[in-house]
């Protein structure tokens, strides 16, 4: 078997035992699972793109390591924690938004009907901040979050002209985190297990990387 396949499959066995570990709500499966995630599917990145004798693209590598950092410092509880690991998941955007720029996401979304994206974005993105400004104010999370948001939101956008998967995986990531700001803003309580936030944090993740690499293999 080939070695990037075997750390995907064991991305995949981490990624099903961090989702039951939110389920039932076990810190010690969520942490001895949660900080292996990004680093199998960063792992797994490089190594197709050795198989396949091309380069891996840096910025997606760094992305994915600075959301592993991310997932880290928010295994911690406290604002500083969260302040710290909203900030990595920046960064993370950053190397998302350069790299899909750098590749030319913009020329490609000047064109009907992908010019509606960034604008349906653009929208979602003030709606949802104008619903939980005022809990965020008081928690004093507000101008950090509508930084973050902004970010969080251009990597959906932009992810959107590289193929279907990458831009599943970019609005599965909005969705991950506006149902964090939610909880924090405790506007609204999701039905269910709490298993929403890391399935879609998990599979947008996938779709991003995965969605690249095909982009780049075709």
């Given amino acids: 078997m080939r070695a990037d396949r075997l750390v995907l499959g064991l991305f995949g066995v981490a990624s099903a035992l961090n989702v039951i570990a939110a389920g039932i709500g076990s810190k010690p499966l969520d942490w001895a699972?949660?900080?292996?995630?990004?680093?199998?599917l960063a792992l797994w990145f490089y190594l197709n793109h050795r198989a396949r004798g091309v380069a891996?693209?840096?910025?997606?590598?760094?992305?994915?390591?600075?959301?592993?950092?991310?997932?880290?410092?928010?295994?911690?509880?406290?604002?500083?924690?969260?302040?710290?690991?909203?900030?990595?998941?920046?960064a993370a955007h950053v190397c998302y938004v350069t790299t899909f720029v750098r590749h030319g996401a913009l020329a490609r979304m000047r064109a009907m009907p992908l010019l509606l994206v960034p604008i349906g974005y653009a929208v979602f993105l003030v709606g949802a901040l104008t619903w939980l400004w005022p809990a965020l104010s008081e928690a004093g999370l507000a101008v950090?979050?509508?930084?973050?948001?902004?970010?969080?939101?251009?990597?959906?956008?932009l992810?959107?002209?590289?193929?279907?998967?990458?831009a599943l995986g970019g609005g599965l990531f909005l969705i991950s985190d506006l149902l964090i700001a939610v909880r924090v803003a405790d506007a609204f309580t999701i039905p269910g297990p709490p298993v929403w936030v890391m399935v879609t944090y998990i599979a947008a993740q996938f779709l991003l990387a995965t969605g690249w690499v095909s982009r780049r293999a075709a």
Avoid: C, H, N
Avoid at 33 to 40: G, N, V, Y
Avoid at 159 to 166: D, K, V, Y
């Fill in 33 to 40: 699972t949660k900080p292996l995630l990004l680093p199998l």
């Fill in 159 to 166: 992810a959107a002209a590289f193929g279907w998967r990458t």
């Fill in 56 to 90: 891996p693209t840096t910025g997606i590598l760094a992305a994915l390591l600075f959301s592993w950092a991310g997932d880290v410092a928010l295994q911690f509880a406290g604002t500083t924690a969260f302040i710290g690991g909203m900030a990595l998941f920046g």
């Fill in 144 to 157: 950090p979050m509508a930084v973050y948001g902004t970010l969080l939101s251009s990597t959906a956008a």
